[in-house]
């Protein structure tokens, strides 16, 4: 009995060390080619803490089999790592900058999705006057319910919104130029060209395709009824193509997303819901060359979905080298499914 439970141990712990390098290599894999290591990306978390408790497991059992675990954690640590965990220092600034906010409001329905809260949405209101934000992207909103919705304290305030209800860009500073790409679905993206005193920056505000999972489809993934684990299987299996579906149309809409990146003839900033993690194809195209804020003044995980067992980090809020970020947070708000996410941007003493 011992032989058979340590060897089927030893089959599990091999599948957490494959699945974990094919997780690592999804990002380098266009899905619209080979879709099935998408599949892993989004299990990141998870297999990083299996492999975790088989370290500490057979260390416990002074077995060498825990070096394949720690091989593949320490492979991963050079990449994927950091961009999962971060433990940055205190990096509070004075100095001037741009406070963005980029929020999947879910129309106000709050967490669970059912109805539109109007507490919600005032709560939501002073929340961003509290924080005094600068730049709000908000992504699934409804425009008909921010009427009069001014989140900034004694400044004007400049909407650029999209054509449906999906996106809008509230900023303190002047829209000069706008634009709009629409994908299928209500996915999309909106550009907005920013004065700042001097200087015109462009902001994306990006919803990328989603997975389309219902509220009540991901609650009852949270549940350990035996019985309901066996009918998730079977919801899980019959979702496969969908999802196969889904994950290509996002690398189609990353592809475009960076096409428009780079065409850019100002300092850019792109933020908002890419349904992606960060260790996925589109996280890697979308993001380039430029920064990402939470690796680089983040702390713990930064993760913007929050289910009981489904929480991931798919809310971003990247930047070129004309500014530096400080102080990124996901702050603990339950006015959504997602968590809104902030950073200070300051621009570089070298511009």
């Not at 899905?31 to 892993?40: D, K, T, V």
């Not at 998870?46 to 059992?61: A, D, E, S, T």
Request: aromatic share 16%; net charge positive; charged share 20%.
């Amino acid at each position: 009995m011992k032989i058979f439970i340590k060897i089927n141990l030893i089959l599990i712990n091999i599948l957490f060390f494959i699945g974990m390098g094919i997780a690592y290599l999804s990002s380098f894999i266009n899905p619209a080619e080979y879709w099935f290591p998408s599949l892993m990306s989004i299990g990141s978390h998870f297999l990083i803490i299996g492999n975790i408790f088989f370290i500490i497991f057979w260390v416990l059992k002074k077995n060498r089999l825990f070096i394949l675990s720690l091989l593949i954690l320490l492979t991963g640590s050079l990449w994927s790592l950091p961009k999962h965990f971060q433990f940055n220092k205190e990096t509070a600034t004075q100095k001037k900058g741009i406070t963005l906010c980029s929020y999947n409001v879910r129309s106000f329905k709050g967490n669970n999705g059912k109805s539109v809260k109007e507490w919600d949405r005032m709560m939501v209101k002073y929340y961003l006057k509290e924080r005094n934000a600068d730049i709000v992207c908000f992504q699934e909103i409804n425009h008909d319910l921010i009427e009069n919705f001014n989140p900034f304290v004694g400044d004007s305030t400049a909407y650029h919104t999209s054509d449906k209800d999906e996106l809008i860009t509230i900023s303190r500073y002047p829209v000069i130029k706008e634009d709009k790409c629409f994908f299928e679905n209500s996915n999309m993206i909106i550009l907005s060209d920013l004065k700042t005193g001097n200087d015109t920056i462009r902001v994306f505000n990006c919803h990328l395709q989603s997975y389309n999972l219902s509220s009540s489809y991901v609650n009852s993934l949270n549940t350990f009824s035996i019985k309901n684990q066996i009918e998730n299987i079977r919801r899980i299996y019959r979702f496969f193509p969908k999802f196969r579906h889904y994950v290509k149309q996002r690398a189609l809409q990353a592809d475009l997303l960076k096409e428009k990146i780079n065409s850019s003839p100002y300092p850019v900033i792109v933020c908002g819901d890419f349904n992606g993690t960060p260790d996925s194809y589109t996280y890697k195209t979308v993001k380039g060359k430029m920064q990402d804020a939470f690796m680089e003044s983040g702390r713990g995980t930064g993760c913007s979905y929050i289910r009981p067992f489904f929480s991931f980090r798919i809310d971003y809020i990247f930047h070129d080298d004309f500014f530096k970020a400080y102080d990124f947070s996901a702050d603990n708000k339950d006015f959504s499914d997602h968590k809104p996410i902030w950073c200070k941007l300051v621009k570089n003493d070298f511009k």
